[in-house]
């Protein structure tokens, strides 16, 4: 009994060091990351969403929200829940997206973002990011504060 117990508490012990090394594969706010590739680093997450553990992509996506917009949507779980639902859920696993930058200035940049979900139906959305100026581990850094329902634009076929 005490050997299955130690056999058990091994297996756990490697589960939970398996699943903290994978979410340090995320990418976390960085002030060397520039307005596009915050955006970017979000789609391809969404765009392989379990790729890394289920709904890595997502937290991949809420490592780069802002303070603010996290407050919005409250914590995680609630933000899973959010883009799960029928106004965001074209993201997850989304077959290919397009961003085009619309705007910028030395504190924000606007970005149309086009992706292809996985039904084949385009959508558009306008993606925005700031960069945090106050002091803490966000400083510096470009973090999405908006992103706008989408717009669907029709079949690709």
Request: glycine fraction near 4%.
């Amino acid at each position: 009994m005490l050997k299955k117990l130690q056999t058990t508490f091994k297996i756990l012990i490697l589960l939970l060091i398996s699943i903290s090394i994978s979410k340090a594969e995320l990418i976390i706010p960085s002030s060397d990351i520039k307005p596009a590739e915050v955006v970017k680093i979000q789609l391809v997450g969404l765009q392989n969403n379990d790729s890394r553990f289920k709904d890595s992509g997502i937290e991949q996506t809420w490592n780069f929200a802002h303070p603010n917009n996290r407050r919005v949507t409250g914590p995680l779980d609630n933000f899973k829940r959010m883009l799960k639902g029928d106004s965001y859920q074209m993201m997850i696993d989304h077959l290919s997206h397009t961003i085009t930058q619309l705007g910028s200035s030395d504190k924000w940049a606007q970005f149309e973002v086009v992706i292809l979900d996985k039904n084949k139906i385009y959508h558009k959305f306008n993606w925005q990011v700031e960069k945090y100026t106050l002091e803490g581990a966000f400083k510096n850094c470009w973090l999405t504060t908006m992103v706008s329902n989408p717009i669907p634009l029709g079949s690709s076929i």
